[in-house]
């Protein structure tokens, strides 16, 4: 699904310019490319629905105003500046993109399997919630999947046990834990057979 953000170029200048914006209902924002910047005003409402419907690693459409002409451009979600208090957006920057050259983003993580593992009573340690990727922008995943659904219990997966979408290159470290799985403290595993599973003790071969 294409996300299409409309915006119009800012010309609001001054300290007081951006709570005017926020005022009226907009977001001061700033699309950067290569060898210059845009000011731009996006609406706050679309764009939170954006955000919230794609996360801020999806390619965006900006239909920029300017004059009587509307004039479309790719472009990434740079930066978002939230209010410390009220974690309203209050700004955003956006980055340009060519559709013929690779990007680099960071996706999030999406669990498979995390519901059934919960009710087998494991704990789930999820290490990194989000990958840093390459690839072409129109390629870009909305997440990486991992799926836990059959994960020994004490075992884990790492980035180098991941397998990307078609034209994606995880740019993580191999090394690097994803998710683990464990029991809950105090709690054994149980054997195929059903008991608990008892250490075997070793003992010495008295003389005779």
Do not use: W
């Amino acid at each position: 699904m294409e996300l299409v953000l409309q915006a119009e170029t800012r010309t609001e200048r001054g300290t007081g310019a951006a709570p005017k914006l926020r005022g009226a209902g907009f977001i001061p924002a700033v699309v950067y490319a290569r060898g210059f910047h845009e000011t731009i005003k996006v609406s706050r409402r679309e764009l939170e629905r954006l955000v919230a419907h794609g996360g801020t690693s999806r390619l965006l459409k900006l239909a920029i105003q300017r004059g009587k002409k509307v004039e479309e451009q790719p472009v990434l979600i740079k930066e978002l500046q939230r209010d410390p208090v009220k974690e309203d957006i209050i700004h955003v920057d956006f980055q340009a993109v060519a559709m013929d050259q690779p990007v680099t983003t960071e996706v999030p993580v999406r669990l498979v399997g995390a519901e059934k593992r919960h009710k087998e009573g494991v704990l789930i340690e999820l290490l990194l919630h989000a990958l840093s990727i390459s690839c072409l922008p129109n390629a870009i995943p909305e997440a990486i999947t991992v799926d836990i659904t059959n994960l020994p219990v004490g075992e884990s997966l790492h980035v180098r046990d991941l397998t990307p979408p078609a034209g994606v290159k995880i740019l993580t470290p191999a090394d690097e834990v994803v998710v683990t799985i464990a029991l809950p403290a105090g709690v054994e595993e149980v054997t195929p057979t059903g008991e608990a599973a008892e250490p075997e003790l070793v003992t010495e071969k008295k003389e005779e």
